[in-house]
């Protein structure tokens, strides 16, 4: 009996299936801060520092390894306070949005964290990539990442995953607290404090007080010059305790960080 070998043609694949535009490495804060309409949809990896990432009107906290994507049609900006450095690939096209509903990318769910060991590999692949091959990279990288969604995610993107989308969305409840988000999430407070800390590496209150913090100064960064709004906007009710909590995160008084701000000496 003669062989045959069995050959079927694989249709090229539209142009608009998976379109990957940029691949860049940003760390100017001037660029950072400007706010930009989003035209395609967008992964960042941020590579170094802190910051806060503005989608519209949602506000999130990100910090070294953390995973954001920004979808098309959202303005865009960041605000720097920690020598915030990230890398991001824009894509777009029908594939992209087949992506985006496979792993359950959302305005609700698009931070994740833990994806530092990811860092050396995007930076080589960036590095390395010529003007021939850069789409490649971008891609391979885009790509590879998206698989890795719920390893990488799954050291905690159960319970303590949930607990920190809860309290970047509410941290400027005043009544916001570890027994309030066990309760909303239906879990024991001691667990899900010893949960959470093994994860983070700190304790509940203390990452809450980081995400007010960091909020209170782009208020103050942005013009509001209110000590008193901007505790409240932050989610302190007190804004005595707001100023001790701030001073002592910042090293400086609310009211010396506004002079700073506005060029005021300083008396």
């Given amino acids: 009996m003669t062989a045959r070998n069995i050959c079927k043609l694989v249709p090229s694949a539209s142009a608009e299936a998976l379109a990957v535009s940029c691949f860049v490495l940003e760390s100017d804060p001037e660029i950072m801060q400007r706010e930009q309409l989003l035209k395609t949809h967008v992964m960042y990896l941020v590579v ?21 994507l920004g979808f098309s049609g ?8 920690a020598d915030l450095r990230y890398i991001y690939i824009r894509f777009s096209g029908v594939r992209a949005e087949a992506l985006l509903r496979r792993f359950e990318i959302t305005a609700e769910r698009r931070l994740f964290h833990g994806f530092d060991g990811f860092i050396p590999l995007w930076t080589e692949s960036l590095a390395r990539a010529s003007e021939k091959t850069v789409d490649l990279a971008a891609e391979s990288m885009l790509l590879y990442t998206l698989s890795r969604l719920t390893a990488c995610g799954g050291e905690r993107s159960g319970l303590v995953e949930r607990v920190v989308r809860y309290t970047e969305e509410r941290f400027c409840d005043p009544q916001l607290s570890l027994a309030a988000v066990a309760e909303a999430l239906c879990y024991n407070p001691k667990y899900l ?6 994860k983070m590496g700190v304790g509940y209150t203390e990452y809450l007080s980081s995400v007010r913090i960091r909020y209170a100064i782009t208020l103050f960064d942005h013009g509001i010059d209110s000590v008193k709004n901007v505790a409240l906007l932050s989610g302190y009710a007190d804004p005595l305790y707001f100023s001790s909590v701030f001073k002592r995160r910042v090293g400086i008084s609310p009211t010396e960080y506004v002079k700073r701000v506005s060029g005021e000496p300083i008396v």
């Fill in 193 to 198: 404090s010893a949960a959470f800390k093994r």
């Fill in 74 to 81: 959202e303005l865009f900006s960041v605000r720097e306070q």
């Fill in 48 to 68: 170094g520092g802190e910051g806060l990432f503005f989608f519209d009107r949602r506000v999130l906290s990100v910090r070294t390894g953390s995973l954001v």
